[in-house]
C-alpha cells in the first residue's frame, strides 16, 4: 500500500502543465509524478532533470545504467517502467533482463562498453566513487560527455529509487516485474 497516496484529478493547471510535458499524448500520468505531485515544484525539477531524451550515449547504455541502479537498489515500481517502456527498444530480451538485475558485470554475454556501464552503476551504488582503475577504464572507453551522463544517470535513478521505495509507490499494472533471486 502506498504511504502517499497519488494525487487524483481534476489536477491544477500547474499540475497538469507538467504531465503533459512528462507523458506521451493518451498515457495517463504515472503513479510516481502523481505521488510527486503533492509537492508541484519537486515534479517540475524532476521534470527538468530527465535524461530521457538522445544523449550522448545510446539508448541501450542508457537503459541499461538506469535498469541496472534501479535492480541494485530493489526498486521494482521504476524497474517495471523501464523496462516496459524502453527495453525493447533498448533490444532487452528476457535472459539480458535477468542477467542486469541479478548477474554479474563481468558475465561474457556484454560487451566491453556494457560491462564498464554495469561496473560504474555497481560502485557508485557500493561505494559511491569509482576508483582510479575504474576510471581509467571509462575514460579509455568513453567521451567525457557520456562520463558526465553516466554517473549522472546513476545518480539521478539512485534518487528516483530512493522516492519510489520509501513512499511505497504502487507499480503500474501494465510493467514488468523486477527478477528475483529463486528461495
Not at 70 to 98: K, N, Q
Request: net charge negative; glycine share 8%.
Amino acid at each position: 500500500m502506498p504511504r502517499l497516496s497519488p494525487i487524483a484529478p481534476p489536477y491544477t493547471d500547474e499540475v497538469q502543465d507538467s504531465f503533459r510535458k512528462l507523458m506521451p499524448p493518451g498515457m495517463e500520468p504515472l503513479g510516481l509524478f502523481r505521488t510527486l505531485a503533492h509537492n508541484p515544484r519537486v515534479l517540475r525539477r524532476i521534470q527538468r532533470g530527465g535524461l530521457l531524451d538522445p544523449g550522448s550515449i545510446s539508448l541501450r547504455l542508457r537503459e541499461l545504467a538506469i535498469l541496472r541502479t534501479c535492480a541494485r537498489c530493489g526498486a521494482e515500481y521504476e524497474w517495471g517502467v523501464h523496462v516496459t517502456l524502453f527495453g525493447g527498444a533498448a533490444g532487452f530480451d528476457e535472459a539480458a533482463l535477468e542477467r542486469i538485475a541479478l548477474g554479474l558485470a563481468s558475465d561474457r554475454s556484454w560487451t566491453d562498453e556494457e560491462r564498464l556501464v554495469l561496473e560504474l552503476c555497481d560502485a557508485l551504488h557500493d561505494h559511491s566513487t569509482l576508483s582510479d582503475g575504474q576510471w581509467e577504464a571509462l575514460r579509455l572507453a568513453f567521451e567525457p560527455a557520456q562520463l558526465v551522463e553516466l554517473v549522472t544517470l546513476a545518480g539521478l535513478y539512485h534518487a528516483v529509487s530512493f522516492l519510489v521505495n520509501a513512499l511505497q509507490v504502487a507499480p503500474e499494472p501494465w510493467a514488468a516485474a523486477l527478477p528475483r533471486y529463486p528461495g
